[in-house]
Antibody, heavy 116, light 108 residues
Framework: EVQLVESGGGLVKPGGSLRLSCAASGFTFSSYSMNWVRQAPGKGLEWVSSISSSSSYIYYADSVKGRFTISRDNAKNSLYLQMNSLRAEDTAVYYC?????????WGQGTLVTVSS | EIVMTQSPATLSVSPGERATLSCRASQSVSSNLAWYQQKPGQAPRLLIYGASTRATGIPARFSGSGSGTEFTLTISSLQSEDFAVYYCQQYNNWPRGTFGQGTKLEIK
């Protein structure tokens, strides 16, 4: 069974940093591209970032480019999102999602709240 | 950026009736269109990909159609568990897959 479990969310002040993690199991992690997708409270879904299976290709939404860094460790079956210079508008549930064109599995999400 | 527009924003339907949800792309996405279902407090679940192929374990009452810029999700006979928010997503412009704003399917 495919499982994606996010962690690392919490309350952070504007300008602060946070690192999200996603632990994957139930599939060959190193064979799949992975994504972060977020959802602001009461709002729709927004793609944030993608990373290819070997980390050769990395993409970001314009809204987070230069502030967020996606990475992965295939030996640990883990995906990460380093978030710096956080803003109030980054407040959202962040989902780790497996890419199969389209996304076929999602984690349960971790809430990031940016507030003073 | 490809903009996805869903209609209506809210759809009220009685259990047992048919529901038809629409999704329009601002430019052609071929058949690279997916539908997701999201219930409160839960992650989205993939229903349809390739515009018309049901994902694993999805009941036959869910069907998708369309290509290019116009797409439809039909739920043939609504069950109580089907009341949720539905999102379409284009993945033709991978990885910048854009989502529609969602259609809330509520009980009439």
């Amino acid at each position: 069974e495919v499982q994606l479990v996010e962690s690392g969310g919490g309350l952070v002040k504007p300008g602060g940093s946070l690192r999200l993690s996603c632990a994957a199991s139930g599939f060959t992690f190193s064979s799949y591209s992975m994504n972060w997708v977020r959802q602001a409270p009461g709002k729709g879904l927004e793609w944030v970032s993608s990373i290819s299976s070997s980390s050769s290709y990395i993409y970001y939404a314009d809204s987070v480019k230069g502030r967020f860094t996606i990475s992965r460790d295939n030996a640990k079956n883990s995906l990460y999102l380093q978030m710096n210079s956080l803003r109030a508008e980054d407040t959202a549930v962040y989902y780790c999602a497996r890419e199969a064109q389209p996304v076929d599995y999602w984690g349960q999400g971790t809430l990031v709240t940016v507030s003073s | 950026e490809i903009v996805m527009t869903q209609s209506p924003a809210t759809l009220s339907v009685s259990p047992g009736e048919r529901a038809t949800l629409s999704c329009r792309a601002s430019q052609s996405v071929s058949s690279n269109l997916a539908w997701y279902q999201q219930k409160p407090g839960q992650a989205p679940r993939l229903l349809i990909y390739g515009a018309s192929t049901r994902a694993t374990g999805i009941p036959a009452r869910f069907s998708g159609s369309g290509s290019g810029t116009e797409f439809t999700l039909t739920i043939s006979s609504l069950q109580s568990e089907d009341f949720a928010v539905y999102y379409c997503q284009q993945y033709n412009n991978w990885p910048r897959g854009t989502f529609g704003q969602g259609t809330k399917l509520e009980i009439k």
